[in-house]
């Protein structure tokens, strides 16, 4: 799934391409899912002829601002992308649409174009979403419900930890709540803890204030490092979890260089990475949490 470092890639290349140029051709595939509360009809004829005057993003939410007022706000969900026709994407997620010499892409749900350029943006599993928005879209519903920004505004280490400390749940599963957190996904989440030391298991009200300072240390660090590089993941510091993780499932164990083994559990219903040798698991404290809660070790 698209994180906070993929979704302001994105915002940052419409940005840089499409402020100050008006939509000449609008082109929307009826999709009442991926479109919400808008049709093809009517978001073409939304569209059509605007003016892109800026762009703005909060976690994984990102829009266009269009004159008169009106912003075009998007979301991923698990396999959504922007293209530029003739231009070629290189980040670390794997890239489940060939564009190739073809235009407009597969999986097309929403082409604009710009009088000699043309975006498109892609979603082959139908999860992402595309609406309107009469005003800024920063004081959207869908924005507005969101926790602080890592990359944007990072609270300050007291109400961190004052935010932390008062929830009953693994720290893995809080920091995934983008009420809580906007934009951390499951990579950066575990980058997070493996680099702070933490079991993702461990519950958040157990955590010391050291603890929570190193957890938002390393969620500041990590966010801005990865924005930084525009996403690609091969600018990523070698120290990172993030280029030994995926080889679960591979015919081999996953590990780190120096030959820690990486294990998985699942935490808040998302495979969690870690490395036992430096995240060990504390006793969680007593209380009346719901069963799902509990980590689970997956089965090799």
């Not at 809580?180 to 461990?202: C, K, M, R, T």
Request: with cysteine.
């Amino acid at each position: 799934m698209p994180e906070l470092p993929d979704v302001e890639r994105a915002r940052k290349l419409l940005h840089e391409r499409c402020v100050g140029h008006k939509i000449t051709r609008v082109c929307a595939i009826d999709d009442s899912i991926v479109f919400v509360g808008v049709g093809k009809a009517d978001i073409e004829a939304q569209l059509l002829g605007r003016k892109v005057v800026g762009s703005g993003r909060r976690g994984k939410q990102f829009w266009l601002l269009l004159s008169g007022g009106l912003s075009l706000l998007m979301h991923f969900g698990m396999t959504g992308e922007v293209h530029i026709q003739g231009e070629t994407l290189s980040h670390y997620r794997k890239i489940e649409v060939d564009v190739g010499e073809t235009w407009p892409p597969q999986y097309t749900k929403l082409e604009l174009e710009f009088d000699k350029m043309r975006v498109a943006y892609t979603d082959p599993r139908r999860l992402g979403r595309i609406r309107t928005f009469a005003g800024d879209a920063s004081e959207s519903p869908m924005v507005a419900k969101l926790g602080f920004d890592p990359v944007l505004d990072p609270p300050s280490p007291e109400d961190f930890a004052r935010a932390v400390m008062r929830r009953k749940t693994p720290i893995k599963a809080l920091l995934l709540n983008q009420e809580f957190s906007a934009g951390v996904g499951n990579w950066i989440a575990d980058e997070v803890l493996f680099q702070s030391q933490i079991h993702p298991a461990h519950f958040a009200n157990a955590l010391s204030r050291e603890q929570t300072d190193l957890i938002l240390n390393q969620l500041k660090r990590v966010c801005v490092t990865a924005v930084e590089v525009n996403a690609e993941s091969k600018l990523f510091p070698k120290t990172w979890l993030f280029h030994y993780r995926w080889a679960k499932g591979r015919g081999h164990t996953a590990q780190l260089p120096d030959g820690r083994k990486i294990e998985f559990v699942t935490v808040g219903g998302r495979t969690s990475a870690f490395v036992p040798e430096v995240q060990m698991l504390t006793p969680p404290p007593k209380t009346e949490d719901a069963p799902e809660n509990r980590p689970k070790r997956r089965r090799k």
